[in-house]
């Protein structure tokens, strides 16, 4: 009986009409189970969010500040001073919990709509609440598959809460703005780097490595007196059509510097010089601009180069019991100003004044990369190089995480730069 | 029995170097680097290099038994060379296990749609869409869905080769330092041997032997899938670790999949590599589960003599079904279910017809036509 009903539908699976019906079943199956629409989630439903501040709230809960678009104010009018028509752009919402996934599932209390992680751009992680460890968010927040891992984290300086009102009038929305921020490859910010979810989950859970942040820094547009100017002021992106009087008169944010963390808690601030030669270190960016003295040549005179290219060789080698790290700078650039020294006009003048540069801009990174390091090593006391995991590739058998906290500030750190001025613009 | 209309389809070289290539390929790559980084850490290639060895010499048994039984399958072997009933236990056990490693790939590939890309679909209505795409594709035949393979190759190739050049920018080749540590304790663990049942391409032959068209092929064909397969096991290691370090990539549910979910196209008409990953697993996943689906129906049919592997196809799909939705968790799933296929692909596939050549060899038990 098997055998038979075998070959009737062998024969029936071979007629045309079997075959197209089979077809069309499968492929109307497939619409209606793998559209996405499931539970009627329309897009305007939602509720996307593009940024996430996260606080501490009292002692032991976190706060979530999460910011979403809102579309009808970039389709009804224009781009200027923050806000397409005049309107508010975005909304925040907020939500407290004991931990960040707590506090985020919190948030659809307070919206109709369905909180949407999927364009989640930004997260930025309150000063206290960086202090006191970050571990946690970040495990909450990688581990998520809704979540984008390639959003990008910053600490703030001061609360989170304080920066998502923030509105910068040349972007519609605050996330774009610190996306093209970290984005563009120019080599005028040397001060700061992108850093993504994923990429501060590997630094935290490494243990040869220890976790850097950028640090944002907001500033809230101040009306100036008289009432007029201002894009920007309120939360929002509130009007467009006032003209800035000052720079202080609108809404700014700052990506300059980096929080540097101890077994994922914060424990200070690489600010100016000390991040730009963590930057260089870490082979995080090219940019920069080193100013060197050179008024004992040229009374009174200093000299500005623009970095163009920065590679950094690393070696780790021991001495005795101790570890010696050598960094090998190699660097170019070009020189935007002398204030009035020409170089090379004639003679050997212009090639003393050439070889001083150089010499100088050696020295001055040098100078810039130990000061980093040394802050690092006896103030911070955190292995923000990550010089512990080079010293694991070199010699795994020795390599401990526990010991490493107390070795790293006395290990040694050669620096030796060798700079080309190659460039000197359209004048010698 | 008439074997002709269990084969009905022939598969060319070419097809039947793909298709042992993705069933190896496509959806164990989940779970295997795990193992890797977690009994061997950096050591962890040499888990791949024994599953390389074991496969070998799995394979060189699988054609060793084809070519003495004259081109049968698995169950005409062990029929001729133990006997009616040790033959059927043994069949079973194949069959078993091409049922198992069905469901445990069908529980994988469900998960990874609903985890990547169909967030709020329920798991049930995703995995309904993949059975039926199974039957229908086991019910053309495997000659039907070879030619199937051999077109997705167009869409497969240029997107692996894109998933794996894209997070480039992101590698960091001295994360796989120390290379040279050989953790000899860890060759000790069941959990090393057990993982070392990695590329399962012999597995395959045993049905399919008799579908080469050109069955002197079969054992050139087989080690290049083989030698493609671990090729691409060894990127799956590697790079997870190139990216995020060995403590990371140690404790990342699917380490290679993770390394997608790092790359993003600004501007790019799909932002996420996710979705190309999606695209590209599914085809292949759906491409070995069918496979597997077939020879466990061809087994079983040529088991209870039946003409038509349709039927007894029938029959094993709630079977799946009810295997794969059983593990409530993937934990559950990551415990048991991986560690079970492990054990049963051993028995099934490598110890049992190795006792099978054995006692053929001793006996002087061969197929009518072998040689």
Known sequence: MVRRAAMHSRAAMHRPGVRLLVLCSLVFLLLVTLSGCWDVAEIDHRAFITSVGVDMAGDDKVEVIARSPIPRSVAGGGTMGGGGGGGPTFVLYSAKGSTVAQAMGALGEVTDKSIDLGHLREIIIGEELARRGVGQILDDIFRTSLADATAIILVSKGKARDLMGISPPVEVFPVAYVERYLHKDGLDVATSARVEVWNAYSMAWTPSRELFLPRIIGFRGKPPKGGQGGGGGDGGGQGGAKTPQSPKSQDRLVISGFGIFRDNKLVGWLERNDATAFVWTMGLGKGGYVVVDISDKVPGKKATIMMTYVRVAKRVRKEGDNYRISLAFKVTGNLQGTEGTHLVVKGRRGHEIHKLIKERTEKKIELMVKSMIHKLQRDLKTDAVSFGELVRRAYPREWSAKAWDDIFPGVKVDVKVSASITELNVLH | ?371
């Open chain 2, 1 to 371: 029995m008439d074997r002709g209309q269990l084969h009905k389809g022939q598969l060319t070289s070419w097809q039947m170097f793909w298709l042992l290539t993705i069933g190896t390929t496509s959806t164990v790559v989940f779970v295997s680097p795990s193992d890797a980084y977690q009994i061997l850490g950096y050591g962890g290639w040499q888990l791949i290099l024994t599953s390389f060895i074991i496969s070998i010499l799995a394979t060189l048994l699988a054609v060793k038994l084809g070519r003495r039984f004259g081109g049968s399958t698995y169950v005409g072997c062990s029929r001729q060379a133990l006997g009616p009933t040790l033959g059927f236990i043994a069949s079973g056990l194949l069959a078993s296990w091409y049922t198992f490693a069905a469901a445990a790939d069908s529980f994988l590939l469900a998960r990874a749609m609903k985890v990547s890309l169909l967030i709020e679909t329920p798991l049930e209505a995703i995995f309904a869409v993949g059975v039926l795409s199974v039957i229908y594709a086991v019910w053309i035949g495997v000659e039907r869905f070879a030619m199937f393979a051999e077109v997705s190759l167009l869409v497969l190739i240029p997107l692996i080769v894109f998933l794996v050049t894209s997070p480039l920018k992101w590698v960091e080749v001295g994360n796989l330092a120390p290379v040279f540590t050989f953790p000899i304790r860890a060759y000790r663990s069941p959990g090393f041997w057990l993982a070392a049942f990695m590329l399962r391409v012999h597995a395959f032959l045993y049905m399919l032997y008799p579908s080469f068209v050109n069955q002197r092929k079969a054992a050139t064909i087989s080690l290049g899938a083989i030698a493609l397969a671990g090729a691409f096991f060894a990127v799956t290691f590697a790079y997870p670790v190139m990216i995020f370090g060995m403590p990371v990539a140690k404790i990342l549910l699917w380490p290679f999949w993770a390394t997608i979910r790092v790359t993003r196209f600004s501007g790019f008409p799909v932002e996420k590599l996710l979705y190309f990953a999606t695209v590209a697993w599914q085809v292949m996943g759906t491409i070995s589960t069918s496979l597997l689906v077939y020879c466990a129906s061809v087994c079983l049919a040529e088991m209870f003599h039946l003409k038509d592997y349709r039927v007894s196809l029938i029959m094993l799909i709630p079977v799946i079904i009810i295997l794969t939705v059983a593990p409530r968790s993937y934990t559950d799933f990551h415990s048991y279910w991986v560690r079970a296929y492990y054990l049963l692909g051993w028995i099934a596939t490598i110890i049992v017809p190795a006792i099978t050549l054995l006692v053929a060899v001793v006996s002087g038990r061969r197929g009518n036509s072998g040689a």
